[in-house]
């Protein structure tokens, strides 16, 4: 039998894993002035894939415009710059 059957088989690989989009705040100043952000407009302007399920905005850059945000997960340096620039983030 060849060695590569022998060998125990290394890894685990979780089914049940979920996979995150992130998207970054600087990522969101191309959307206008007042807008709703949600999955379905971060899958319009094309910063997240179709099949993405789950979105997480992180907290790098700056934000120079107002809007709401309606996504799944913020970390709390993006909540604080969105609200900082007169915005506002919905759970």
């Known amino acids: 039998m060849p060695l590569q059957r022998r060998l125990p088989k290394r890894g685990f690989t979780n089914i049940f894993k979920k996979q995150i989009a992130i998207v970054n705040v600087k990522d969101l100043d191309t959307f206008d002035i007042g807008t709703r ?6 899958v319009r302007a094309g910063l997240i894939g179709k099949t993405d399920k789950l979105v997480k905005i992180l907290g790098n850059g700056e934000v120079t415009k107002n809007f709401k945000v309606a996504v799944d997960k913020i970390s709390q340096s993006a909540r604080n710059k969105i609200e900082a620039a007169g915005g506002t983030v919905e759970d």
Do not use: T
């Open 37 to 42: 952000i949600d999955r379905e407009a971060l």
